[in-house]
């Protein structure tokens, strides 16, 4: 498959460089929030680490091809105590931006109470999307490197997770998993044959239950709150 220069540079491009990119770019979010309160900058800071985060994932989610995809996914994956790290900052910062959202937000018609009210909704929604696709690309990573535990059953069995259709799955397959596994705490029509994919499905799965009932319930305050004013 022909790919442009620009793409076989960012196919390239190891995980911790990515990493350094949007360490970057949170860099330049809390200079721009200099001034600000600290639950608005901080907040800042981590929706310009996750959406630079989001953009670095989803070009090589959208470009990448499935032939390509056994070479990239080395490259892309973290080490498994960064992403749980990742995982553990996305839940708590979400956490973090509804209560001081709560304890900060002006009154209704004050300047910054809509900017509050949008922080603090962008905080949850890019922490949700980040954890599902660092998820994403773990799945693939174990897919197209594991198949150790995979010799001994069939060969379309191979790398732990069969598709309809026995596709070869690209990077949007696994996006699918990951999110229905994020919003229904289930998996798909995806069979999972590989011991160690379950037991990470398992996680993802109890992760997403907990993190969604908390931000449910936090939100029913926050409503409440607002209502209260």
């Given amino acids: ?95 973090f931006a509804i209560v001081a959202l709560m304890r900060h937000l002006p009154v209704a018609g004050e300047q910054g109470y809509y900017f509050h009210i949008a922080l603090s909704c962008g905080s949850v929604i ?34 732990g997770l069969l598709f309809p259709n026995d596709k070869t799955p690209d990077y949007l397959d696994f996006a699918y998993f990951s999110f229905v596994i994020g919003m229904t705490f289930q998996v798909s029509d995806v069979q999972v044959y590989s011991t160690t994919i379950r037991r990470l499905a398992l996680l993802h799965g109890l992760l997403s239950f907990l993190f969604n009932t908390v931000i449910l319930a936090l939100s029913i305050n926050i409503i409440a709150g607002l209502v209260q004013k």
């Fill in 1 to 95: 498959m022909k790919e442009n220069k620009f793409t076989h540079l960012f196919h390239s491009l190891p995980a911790l460089p990515r990493f350094f990119i949007s360490l970057a770019i949170a860099l330049i979010s809390f200079f721009l929030t200099t001034g600000k309160t600290l639950p608005v900058q901080f907040t800042s800071v981590w929706i310009g680490f996750s959406l630079s985060s989001l953009l670095l994932f989803g070009i090589t989610m959208f470009t990448a091809h499935p032939q390509e995809i056994t070479h990239i996914v080395r490259k892309q994956d973290f080490n498994r105590l960064l992403i749980f790290l990742i995982i553990l900052v996305s839940s708590f910062v979400s956490l």
């Fill in 126 to 159: 890019c922490s949700w999307l980040l954890i599902h696709t660092v998820f994403c690309f773990r799945y693939a990573h174990l897919f197209y490197t594991c198949e150790k535990e995979e010799q001994s059953v069939k060969k379309k069995h191979r790398g």
